[in-house]
């Protein structure tokens, strides 16, 4: 208990409350930093935490776990106290529980809807976690140094705090609630509160499925794999094998690692997609242009944006389906979901499916010298820096970026 103790408060349009809060966490706390992760707020939330006391990361708007993330990285090491931005109400028995994780249960309840959300997510803790929640949604909790480590970075949007009390169970650590008499803002049932808890059930429900790190150390729901569903069986099948490695990968990049360290899931796709390929359409050709297509919009995939932005100009030539990339593309702008390898390999093996019905043998053969060239690109150099070293191409891949 003799750790040092760092508050972190994720904030979005709060000028009407966060320097009460901050006031109230600083007299509390007299000894902690109170760290504001201001989730691009459009009001005067940042300016007000800041002119409160608090220390202030101002953040483009991605969601509330990907603000607590980036928080908790700029926090000195020791234990966390996290706190809504909306609290009312004494916080200190958080650290008296003697656990590695305490969540405050709210002394009664004030408004909400008809407790559908907190009903699944509580579910999901029990059925996941093998912990039962009375307030699962809960955002004021204390972590411990071991609880910090198994829960950082805590899944994106409304749904960290399920994923962090999953995390926190499955590494064995203690979890407990303490029933508190704190209040909040209560969302009302009305449009704009049915919608927050729309918003929280699809971020809590993401958040219980496969996640990834990305390169800012965010960690993200992986919603490529959506893309296998609607495409038929042989795109379904390149989505379940870039899913395999997305869960189960190891550290290897690149061929000629996969080769050498033998039984891994990136050897698995190296057989596996063009395998499908031929499965689909009998060609060695085809199988060929469905592997590499599928490599080539995987190592693209290293920036948000970046890939799906890719396989648009490759799917306008290819008379390829624009739909779901389009959908997907402001979320993966946006650092609130990532492709993964399911959904970088199924965009990729699309595109190779789709080249096998347009080009003719010669044609092929070309598109297939160009993804091998790119191939052996990628294992000699990096093409996302070579990208960012075209003035032009650099422009394209910036665009529409958080």
């Known amino acids: 208990m003799d750790e040092p103790l760092t508050i972190l408060v994720a904030a979005r349009d709060e000028e009407q ?120 949604l809960s955002g004021q909790r204390s972590l411990s140094t071991a609880a910090r480590i198994a829960c950082f970075p805590v899944a994106a949007g409304f749904g960290c705090e399920v994923r962090m009390t999953i995390d926190a169970a499955r590494a064995g650590l203690e979890v407990r609630e303490v029933e508190l008499p704190l209040r909040h803002r209560a969302t009302g049932r009305d449009l704009g509160g049915f919608l927050h808890r729309a918003r929280q059930l699809r971020d809590v429900v993401y958040a219980c499925g496969p996640l990834g790190v990305n390169f800012r150390g965010l960690r993200l729901p992986l919603v490529g794999w959506k893309i296998g569903i609607a495409n038929g069986p042989a795109v379904a099948g390149i989505a379940a094998l870039g899913l395999a490695d997305d869960v189960w990968s190891g550290p290897e990049r690149g061929f000629r690692a996969h080769l050498r360290s033998g039984r891994t899931t990136g050897l698995l796709k190296l057989l596996g997609i063009p395998a499908v390929g031929l499965l689909a359409t009998r060609r060695v050709s085809g199988a060929l242009l469905v592997g590499l297509a599928a ?41 609130m979901a990532m492709l993964g390898d399911a959904g970088s390999n199924a965009l990729g093996g699309l595109l190779g499916l789709k080249s096998v019905e347009r080009f003719t043998g010669r044609g092929r053969w070309v598109a297939i010298g160009a993804l091998a060239g790119l191939t052996l690109l990628g294992e000699r150099t990096s093409i996302g820096a070579l990208i960012e070293r075209t003035p032009g191409l650099a422009w394209i891949d910036r665009l529409g970026r958080a």
């Open 295 to 335: 490599n080539a919009l995987n190592q693209l995939d290293t920036r948000p944006g970046r890939a799906l932005k890719a396989y648009l100009a490759a799917a306008l030539v290819l008379d390829a389906p624009l739909g779901i990339a389009v959908l997907l593309l402001p979320y993966d702008l946006r650092e």
């Open 17 to 136: 409350v966060i320097a009460r809060t901050v006031t109230t966490l600083r007299e509390a706390f007299p000894e902690s930093e109170v760290i504001v992760a201001d989730d691009g707020s459009f009001d005067c939330t940042a300016d007000d935490a800041e002119a409160a006391g608090a220390i202030v990361l101002r953040l483009p708007r991605r969601g509330k776990g990907q603000a607590l993330s980036a928080a908790e990285r700029a926090a000195p090491p020791g234990r966390l106290l996290l706190c809504d931005a909306d609290l009312d109400g004494d916080v200190t028995r958080l650290l008296d529980g003697g656990a590695d994780v305490t969540v405050a249960a709210f002394a009664e309840r004030v408004g909400g809807g008809f407790g559908v959300a907190k009903r699944i997510a509580r579910d999901l803790i029990e059925l996941l976690g093998g912990l039962p929640m009375r307030e699962p």
